[in-house]
């Protein structure tokens, strides 16, 4: 088994940044790939962003390209999304997840999620 929990979540002003750490405990992720999805109301849950764990790979969806990075901390088994020059678009409720099998694009991938952390961005 493996516990996600999210954190950093909150309201902040278009062009803001917010940083949102993922704590995970539990079976070892060090071989794994680790992900960011996001789901805004009305919406189907969608990729933000994906890294491998032990080789610092990094993936993004085109949307967020230049203004988000993810990140880890090996020692604190932490990911990190770092979101800067925040948009109204990017309101959603953010989930790290742990991924299994198949692409890492695709929600269905991944088989551990934590719980989610809302970030508002008002405009």
């Known amino acids: 088994q493996v516990q996600l929990v999210e954190s950093g979540g909150g309201l902040v002003q278009a062009g803001g940044s917010l940083r949102l750490p993922c704590a995970a405990s539990?079976?070892?992720?060090?071989?794994?790939?680790m992900g960011w999805f996001r789901q805004a109301p009305g919406k189907e849950r969608e990729f933000v962003a994906a890294i491998l764990w032990s080789g610092d790979k990094t993936y993004y969806t085109d949307s967020v390209k230049g203004r988000f990075t993810i990140s880890k901390d090996d020692a604190r088994n932490t990911l990190y999304l770092q979101m800067n020059s925040l948009e109204s678009e990017d309101t959603a409720v953010y989930c790290c997840?742990?991924?299994?099998?198949?692409?890492?694009?695709?929600?269905?991938?991944?088989?551990?999620w934590g719980q989610g952390t809302q970030v508002t961005v008002s405009s």
């Open positions: 997840a742990r991924h299994s099998s198949g692409t890492i694009y695709t929600p269905s991938s991944y088989r551990y």
């Open positions: 539990g079976r070892t992720i060090s071989t794994s790939f």
